[in-house]
């Protein structure tokens, strides 16, 4: 069965690096999300990508992250100098349309500052 | 806007039945249902899309009121399997938008 797979599934950074967060969506999947949960709170929406361009993002979503599409599989969240706070599990979900379709989701990277 | 879900946890043994609802402030479209056990990545459930719309799952289905705008989950004669958070999903904006997800029902199944 095809599944969105995420890598790393662990990272542990120092506050102040950038770090990139990889997806591999469904082949045929023209939405992409990254979400992020904070340990035991909701999954959060961070931004949305569909023909190559972010179509909504988040409050959460400033300055600081950024994503990308840089072939035609991968799609991956940077964050480009990270806090204590975005310490967070990390999860690439695609579906093959929007709202009224299944999001599939990785198993998620779980990222550490330090 | 999130939707916000009640109960925030439940606590249920084997074979027992329960109800967890999902209300928003605004106009809905669609409510998805999703599942996700500690530590792994949310699961769909399913997804309901039309006013007054039930569907099932296993011992797992779902109403929408859309007049209402909420949604409500049942979990039928339950199975220490079915132990998890259980998020419901709205769309952002106005149809067609990527989901927000309520703060979670942590289900919790003994034997």
């Known amino acids: 069965e095809p599944e969105v797979t995420q890598t790393p599934s662990h990272q542990v950074t120092q506050m102040g690096q950038e770090v990139i967060l990889r997806c591999v969506p469904i082949s045929n999947h023209l939405y992409f999300y990254w979400y992020r949960q904070i340990l035991g709170q909701k999954v959060e929406f961070l931004v949305s990508f569909y023909n190559n361009e972010i179509s909504e993002k988040s409050e959460i979503f400033d300055d600081q992250f950024s994503v990308e599409r840089p072939d035609g599989s991968n799609f991956t969240l940077k964050i480009r100098s990270t806090k204590l706070e975005d310490s967070a599990m990390y999860f690439c979900?695609?579906?093959?349309?929007?709202?009224?379709?299944?999001?599939?989701f990785g198993q998620g990277t779980r990222l550490t500052v330090v | 806007q999130q939707p916000v879900q009640s109960p925030q946890a439940v606590i249920l043994r084997e074979g027992e039945d329960a109800v967890i609802n999902c209300s928003s402030s605004?106009?809905?479209?669609?409510v998805h249902w999703y599942r996700q056990k500690h530590g792994e990545a949310p699961v769909f459930l399913m997804i309901?899309?039309?006013?007054?719309e039930q569907k099932g799952h296993e011992k797992i289905s779902a109403s929408f009121n859309e007049k209402k705008q909420q949604s409500s989950l049942y979990l039928t004669a339950s199975q220490l399997s079915y132990s998890g958070t259980y998020f419901c999903?709205?769309?952002?904006?106005?149809?067609?938008?990527?989901?927000?997800f309520g703060k979670g029902t942590r289900l919790s199944v003994i034997a």
């Open positions: 309901l899309l039309k006013g007054g």
């Open positions: 605004k106009a809905l479209y669609s």
């Open positions: 999903g709205t769309e952002r904006g106005s149809g067609n938008t990527p989901l927000v």
């Open positions: 979900a695609s579906s093959v349309g929007q709202g009224n379709t299944e999001a599939f």
